[in-house]
């Protein structure tokens, strides 16, 4: 089996309460996570720690063997609320990454409009973000994380703000996008159909403190569909096992 | 974005508000036949007199207008140069003010006027002035800087951190660009203010010129025709003032206001 790209053993409170308990888990290379669980059982405290801007109470996040940290490693994040910068156009929010990187702007406007591109939005590149629709932001959101070619990308329940519609586009075009451009993505959700249509692998997590519950290695074929009795199964399983109220 | 019509109906309704208003202190003229109550005609032949001939010192209009707008733009910059950078870093640093607020928050709510004595025995000439300006002004614009800076969304800054962004891209490039629309409106409010305290630099800047000294000059002499064009100057000017501010905020600020396309 390959190298585990992340490992994650890690114990967070705020306070007197107790968020994440004992939560052991790696990731692997290439590997399409979803970690799944209950409203409010701390995911977005543990995508923040995974992505190195939370800290940790105990324990460690290692990433290729060193302790998680922005400025050394590779790592991109969709986060659940809006993150558009809203004094960019398209075009600089999503070179962000590479220019902070150090690309110079000219690779960097290269690589902007090929990750536009990859998320469908040519055409829109000097757009500001109120101009555009939820859809879109979150489109863009994406595009800025794929922009810098991350050895990981997290992603916190990306579509938790889009209508049903607009989600199941947004998960087919994910897909498309994870088969056209290999990445380790750690998707963060309490979506189970989400997250059995998308995933390699599913942690389901506990209530607070949210510790790992179960562990489904999901192996059908893709494109999968919704109403494959395979799928469904595996669905029902995985609800019954998890506290989630959908 | 407003369509034609709707912009000239309301010209139209503010140019009816003004005749209306007009109207009503012209019947309150004729009824009471006092020079304390001039009527319009009474007041455009004191604007125009002022305009042509000066005051009884043979000062112009203009060269009022002029004197004072320079006064205040003086007073305005140095609450700028100061507010600005003082409250961006009480904002960023927010111990700073934690630590200071027993100094700032009472001297802010001391009136201007209430330094006119100070000002006196502190400071001469054009000090005076910029001095009692820079007070008005200085105020509004540390607490809207100070302010803005704790309304940073906290995402903008993450999604930097995560690419490991440095602290000076982050305030460079994320919280300096977020705030300035803040200190943009705060700037406005403080010009306003600076304005509206002209007339009490002038009265102990000493210089007989200024549109707040032509105000005091022709109250001594109870002369209401001359005091009405120098109110309704002040007025005028801080009203052209604030939108010629905020169609350069509009103009600058294009990201705030380009329209939808949900």
Request: charged residues 20%; hydrophobic residues 45%; glycine residues 8%.
């Amino acid at each position: 089996m390959d190298q585990p790209i992340l490992e994650v053993s890690i114990d967070k409170s705020f306070g007197p309460t107790e968020v994440l308990h004992d939560l052991r888990f790696d990731v692997r290379p290439n590997e399409f996570l979803v970690i799944v669980g209950p409203t409010s059982c701390g995911k977005t405290t543990l995508g923040n720690i995974l992505a190195g801007i939370e800290t940790v109470s105990k324990g460690y996040v290692k990433m290729q063997g060193e302790p998680v940290n922005p400025h050394r490693h590779n790592i991109s994040y969709v986060f659940q609320e809006p993150s558009c910068i809203p004094w960019y156009t398209m075009i600089q929010d999503v070179t962000m990454g590479p220019i902070i990187k150090g690309m110079d702007p000219a690779k960097a406007d290269k690589r902007g409009r090929e990750v536009i591109k990859l998320v469908g939005l040519e055409g829109f590149e000097d757009y500001f973000s109120r101009q555009l629709s939820g859809g879109m932001k979150q489109r863009v959101a994406i595009a800025r994380a794929y922009a810098t070619n991350p050895d990981l990308l997290i992603m916190d329940e990306p579509f938790g703000h889009l209508d049903a519609q607009t989600r199941y586009l947004m998960q087919i075009e994910i897909m498309r996008i994870w088969e056209q451009e290999k990445k380790t993505v750690v998707f963060i959700t309490n979506n189970i159909e989400e997250a059995t249509y998308l995933a390699t692998r599913i942690l389901v997590l506990t209530k607070l403190p949210a510790t790992v519950k179960g562990e489904y290695v999901i192996d059908l074929p893709r494109p999968r569909e919704l109403t494959d009795p395979e799928f469904l199964k595996l669905r029902t399983e995985i609800t019954n096992d998890c506290e989630c109220i959908e | 974005m407003r369509n034609t019509s709707e912009r000239i109906k309301s010209v139209l309704y503010n140019l009816l508000s003004l005749v209306v208003v007009g109207c009503a202190w012209q019947l309150l003229s004729d009824w009471q036949k006092s020079p304390y109550f001039p009527s319009i005609a009474a007041i455009w032949q004191a604007f125009v007199n002022l305009s042509t001939n000066g005051d009884i010192e043979g000062i112009t209009l203009s060269a009022h207008v002029w004197a004072s707008l320079i006064r205040i733009f003086a007073g305005f910059a140095a609450s700028c140069i100061m507010g600005i950078p003082l409250g961006l870093a009480m904002g960023l640093w927010p111990k700073l003010y934690n630590r200071t607020r027993a100094v700032i928050e009472p001297i802010r709510f001391i009136p201007p006027i209430a330094w006119i004595p100070m000002a006196i025995v502190l400071l001469v000439g054009f000090g005076r002035y910029v001095f009692l300006i820079w007070l008005g002004a200085f105020f509004p614009i540390l607490v809207t800087t100070l302010l803005s800076v704790t309304r940073v969304n906290p995402v903008h800054v993450n999604v930097a951190k995560v690419f490991g962004a440095s602290r000076m891209y982050i305030i460079r490039k994320i919280v300096i660009p977020s705030v300035l629309p803040d200190i943009a409106t705060g700037m406005r409010v403080g010009l306003g203010v600076a304005w509206m305290c002209i007339v009490a630099a002038e009265m102990i800047g000493g210089e007989m010129v200024g549109v707040g000294r032509l105000i005091l000059k022709y109250a001594e002499l109870i002369r209401m025709g001359e005091i009405i064009v120098g109110m309704l100057i002040i007025g005028i000017i801080g009203f052209i003032m604030n939108e010629i501010f905020i169609v350069i905020e509009n103009r600058v600020f294009r990201w705030r206001s380009e329209v939808s396309i949900d």
